[in-house]
DNA sequence: GCCGTTTTCGGCCCGACTGTTTTCAGTCG
């Protein structure tokens, strides 16, 4: 069972746990124990097999390293299977309803016998939730909204496109007169691979003008709360976006706050406790005095430690790093030298290799690697050994043409369903840069699946493994790894991995490229451009490597080229 | 349910906004 399986089950635990009224200690105790199974970099098949003491993990105690264990062992947990009886998955699905938390879903249950989302909106309607205790006309209105909203509602969005509007918000709102700033906070900070919703902090004289240039914003589609202080509004995407506007001195802790994450926030406030210190977006106190809030420098040089970047700020170790001085130097989009995927119009791009040679030159790219598919994908007019060959001699010929910048022949090579490549050895030996995938068969089981990866990283001529997972963000799972089998063969073999920046795609992931990070695999971030335009997304890649704690040494086309081809060389087998 | 260089019991992060109240509970981030 993956570990994203058992982290799901101990939050369904936690919610039902809720709805029925537990300790909601208790309940923070299952998110706690769901979270840290979520960040393991292992699977737990392996560890219990390795006999591992889950105990010895985050926040898991005896009664849930018992439960974890059942969970992966037996495939299920009786206690939740009971829970599930007492509530049914209908009550447990009402949490998604904006505005409606565990109390009011347990009082509709237990009051109404609202069982269903249909049948709430039949409640909602016909005025009986309104007539509830501690409900109203307002409340079964905005049930009735928010079930209309559900879909949308529950939607993350890529980060691309919410950074793309946080950033047109942020540009436009700080025009606003007497406005002296304007800053991205929340996930969109911490370049989470998605969004949910976004933040905006201001400093400003006038909050009131603020607050009415947003509401007749267009990208504004509706206020949806406004107070003195902060203000909601859903976006013309579906998104919804906080804005507060706070005091200059606070502008650095209310920063630090409302970037979180939750889990690294309360890390910090716990250890301003324990320096008899409070902190709250407002500032750093002792005894309701201020004693910083203005920079988020001073927030952290309050309780000891230096400033973290915001990628980092999960709860998954920077503050351990940090004590000890250890934060990385993390990677930078002007640290790429080369990008080593993408198309052209020989396959499924749609431009030339003379036009994406020139366009990665002018966004400072010094070399490429032109990877069009491979044959098995027909969809995309994949290349057969005869197309590849005359390709690469047109790669050659364009190359010597072009100054400022080297043009590698690659391909993108398809590991097909029964584990074999889509090209032969004798043809891959000719090329200068091999990325292996899989595309299609990802439901294939776990055993066929690692077959296809090994057969591929134990082929010498594979330098790399592109999107490994093969996962598209919001669309499809990925297949089913065994990362520490994966990742192990990968080192061993010299095998390099991708992190392709496409932002429906960020694979590896932050978690496993870390993982690879530590067994000094080295790491390659990809545009997998099909166009001109295509390089714009390498950013994205970037700030998935920054969320792994990746330094520039650790990507290897972070090199410049010579040194680049050298290491490709040392990588390959002679001959 | 977890956790412990003061603790095996008694804590567990903090504040804004809304709706339904008339001092506050619930939800959200």
């Excluded at 969004?195 to 003008?209: K, N, S, Y």
Aim: net charge negative; with cysteine.
């Amino acid at each position: 069972m993956q570990n994203a399986i058992v982290a799901a089950q101990l939050t369904e635990y936690a919610d039902l746990l809720e709805i029925q009224g537990a300790n909601s200690f208790r309940v923070r105790a299952y998110r706690n124990a769901a979270r840290t199974v979520e960040n393991l970099s292992s699977g737990l098949e392996t560890l219990i097999a390795e006999g591992a003491d889950l105990t010895e993990l985050e926040g898991i105690g005896k009664d849930l390293a018992e439960k974890i264990v059942t969970l992966v062992t037996i495939g299920e947990l009786p206690a939740l299977t009971e829970l599930r009886e007492q509530v049914p998955t209908g009550v447990h699905e009402m949490l998604r309803v904006p505005g409606l938390g565990p109390k009011k879903v347990a009082t509709l249950f237990h009051d109404l016998n609202v069982r269903t989302l249909d049948d709430l909106r039949v409640a909602a309607e016909s005025g009986k939730v309104a007539e509830l205790k501690g409900f109203g006309k307002k409340t079964a209105q905005s049930i009735l909204e928010g079930l209309a909203l559900l879909d949308q509602q529950g939607k993350r969005y890529f980060i691309s496109a919410a950074r793309d509007v946080a950033e047109a918000l942020e540009h436009d709102l700080s025009q606003v007169p007497g406005t002296h700033q304007v800053a991205v906070a929340g996930s969109c900070r911490r370049r989470r691979e998605t969004c949910g919703d976004l933040d905006l902090l201001a400093v400003a004289d006038d909050e009131t003008a603020l607050m009415d240039r947003l509401a007749a914003h267009p990208l504004t589609e509706k206020v949806l709360a406004r107070g003195e202080t902060k203000q909601r509004v859903r976006l013309r995407n579906g998104m919804e976006l906080d804005l507060r506007v706070v005091p200059s001195g606070s502008f650095g802790a209310a920063m630090q706050y409302f970037t979180g994450s939750k889990e690294h926030n309360i890390v910090v406030r716990r250890m301003a406790q324990q320096r008899d210190l409070k902190i709250n977006e407002y500032g750093v106190f002792r005894d309701d005095v201020q004693i910083a809030g203005a920079t988020e420098e001073d927030v952290y040089a309050a309780i000891g430690l230096p400033w973290i970047p915001p990628e980092l700020r999960e709860n998954r170790g920077e503050f351990a790093l940090a004590e000890s001085g250890r934060l990385p130097r993390l990677i930078e989009r002007a640290d790429l030298q080369g990008d080593l995927h993408m198309h052209t119009t020989a396959t499924d791009g749609t431009a030339s290799i003379a036009e994406m040679a020139n366009a990665a030159k002018e966004r400072g790219l010094k070399y490429i690697a032109i990877t069009d598919h491979s044959k098995r994908v027909t969809m995309a007019n994949g290349l057969d050994a005869d197309r590849l060959l005359a390709h690469w001699q047109e790669i050659e010929r364009i190359s010597r043409g072009l100054t400022g910048i080297h043009v590698l022949r690659g391909i993108e090579c398809d590991i097909l369903e029964d584990g074999s490549l889509d090209l032969e050895d004798h043809v891959l030996a000719e090329a200068d840069w091999v990325i292996a995938v899989l595309h299609y068969g990802l439901k294939q089981p776990r055993d066929q699946i690692m077959k296809r990866l090994l057969n591929a990283i134990r082929n010498p001529h594979v330098d790399a493994i592109g999107h490994p997972t093969g996962r598209m963000i919001n669309h499809r799972a990925g297949a089913d790894i065994d990362f520490d089998t994966f990742l192990k063969a990968a080192a061993d073999h010299g095998t390099w991995l991708e992190i392709n920046a496409n932002p429906a795609r960020l694979d590896l992931d932050d978690v496993h490229a870390a993982a690879a990070r530590d067994l000094e695999i080295p790491i390659v971030i990809d545009s997998d451009a099909h166009s001109v335009n295509g390089f714009d997304v390498l950013e994205y890649g970037v700030d998935q490597a920054r969320r792994a704690g990746l330094r520039s040494e650790d990507v290897v086309n972070t090199l410049p080229w010579p040194d680049f081809w050298e290491r490709l060389q040392r990588r390959q087998p002679t001959g």
